[in-house]
């Protein structure tokens, strides 16, 4: 497999292949100009020239110049007077159209002939009847020019594309200096796994820009390794509780001392409850690993019908608390599945702390969900952190439960686009509030 060339490198060619396009384009029109203005000058000459033998001619007072005329470098070089008819001494090939001059016929021109290996720009004029004036000087100087300005324009093509290639990798260099660091970053975070790392902005263009976010994604990062390092911790000190009890009634009851049949079935109802709390423990824990995003295929969901379906339910689960609802339609784009989960656990967490007889009202109103208990409520101190994973208030460490249940609310509120909020009932008690956005 072929390794591709270094970004810089591209860059710094690109740079070259522009400017040499470019300074082709304007050698190629500097050379039409030059090429066409050096043979309107020539040709300007020969009609002044041609204008002032004709004056002479009608003066009387030109001389015929002789056979090495030709050979000068200079106006007046050569001229020489044609007939209609062929034949007579001449300086350089006579062309038939200038006969045709001659002879009336052709309208005066100019052109090209070679005489002793030089090449000559010819203008014909008529004079008379019967007889035309060719002017005629060397054009091999205009070829000699045009050949110098053409060597001198394709260095001059070759030394800017040479600098700007060199300019070019520069730049390149420069301007890709925060995607080396960028590079140099991930390379660092690759071997050393620590998302703590960040890059030194500078400037405000777009690679600093692109810098800048990438600190934000490292930060999100770090903040996301952070959160799941402490997960496992927590999860770790709370497993670790229910699984010393349930070794210690296992290894209970595989003692050698027989045990009464009162008291195996306490130890055996004991690790029933152990193995229902730890399985609740797991199942919020899993709840928990999903994260905050919403399913991948989110769906229309009358939030109502949910609340309602998780009272009914609540009912039946604390036949001792009184459970009131007042619902409205709201539908809600996201999982029903994990709403119903949030819901629940507000149910659950209002009933706990209900004292026997007590009533938990549930609202649902403007795409407001609120649920209020009679119980002790939550301490200002507390508010802060109640909805944290595995935090419980020091007032209520005795009270059954892992923690876990209201940051799955906060944590299913996130992923719906809501906010989960704590306060006080107006008659005493918590109320928890999911303040869902506008549909």
């Not at 045709?100 to 014909?124: H, I, P, Q, S």
């Not at 990438?214 to 000190?237: C, G, I, K, P, W």
Request: charged content about 25%; hydrophobic content about 45%; some cysteine.
């Amino acid at each position: 497999m072929r390794r591709a060339l270094p970004l810089r490198t591209r860059l710094a060619a690109l740079a070259a292949l522009s400017v040499a396009v470019a300074v082709a384009a304007m050698a190629f029109a500097a050379y039409f100009f030059f090429d066409r203005e050096l043979a309107r000058q020539l040709d300007v000459g020969l009609a002044r020239e041609s204008n002032r033998i004709l004056l002479q001619l009608k003066q009387g007072d030109w001389y015929r110049p002789d056979e090495r005329s030709c050979q000068w470098l200079a106006a007046p070089a050569c001229a020489q007077l044609v007939t209609a008819a062929p034949g007579g001494p001449a300086l350089f090939p006579v062309a038939p159209e200038a006969r045709g001059v001659a002879a009336g016929t052709r309208a005066e021109f100019t052109g090209d002939v070679v005489a002793g290996g030089l090449a000559l720009r010819v203008r014909t004029v008529p004079v008379r009847p019967g007889q035309a004036l060719q002017v005629a000087v060397r054009s091999d100087q205009v070829a000699q020019s045009l050949d110098r300005i053409r060597r001198v324009l394709l260095l001059a093509g070759a030394g800017g594309v040479v600098l700007a290639c060199g300019c070019g990798y520069l730049v390149a260099r420069a301007g890709l200096r925060p995607l080396a660091r960028i590079t140099g970053a991930t390379r660092h975070i690759a071997e050393t796994r620590d998302p703590g790392h960040r890059i030194t902005v500078r400037g405000r263009d777009e690679p600093a820009e692109l810098a800048r976010h990438f600190n934000t994604m490292l930060a999100a990062l770090e903040e996301s390794l952070t959160a799941q390092r402490r997960l496992v911790a927590d999860a770790s000190h709370e497993l670790r509780t229910p699984l010393t009890a349930l070794r210690s009634d296992i290894d209970l009851l595989t003692l050698g001392t027989p045990l009464t049949d009162d008291r195996r079935r306490q130890v055996l109802r004991r690790i029933g409850d152990q193995f229902e709390e730890l399985t609740r423990l797991v199942d919020d824990l899993i709840e928990l690993a999903r994260g905050d995003e919403p399913r991948p295929d989110p769906e229309a969901v009358p939030l109502e019908a949910v609340v309602g379906e998780r009272v009914e339910l609540a009912r039946r689960h604390w036949p001792g608390v009184t459970f009131t609802a007042r619902l409205e339609p709201a539908l809600v784009t996201g999982s029903a599945e994990r709403l119903a989960r949030a819901v629940g656990n507000l149910l659950d967490n209002a009933a706990k702390f209900s004292p026997a007889g007590g009533t938990v009202a549930v609202e649902l109103t403007g795409r407001r969900l609120t649920v209020r208990d009679e119980g002790p409520g939550v301490a200002e101190a507390d508010r802060a952190r109640v909805f944290d994973r595995f935090y419980r208030a020091p007032a209520m460490r005795g009270v059954p439960g892992s923690g876990l249940g209201l940051a799955i609310v906060a944590q299913v509120a996130r992923a719906h686009g809501a906010r989960a909020e704590v306060g006080s009932a107006p008659g005493g008690g918590a109320e928890f509030v999911v303040r869902f956005p506008p549909g």
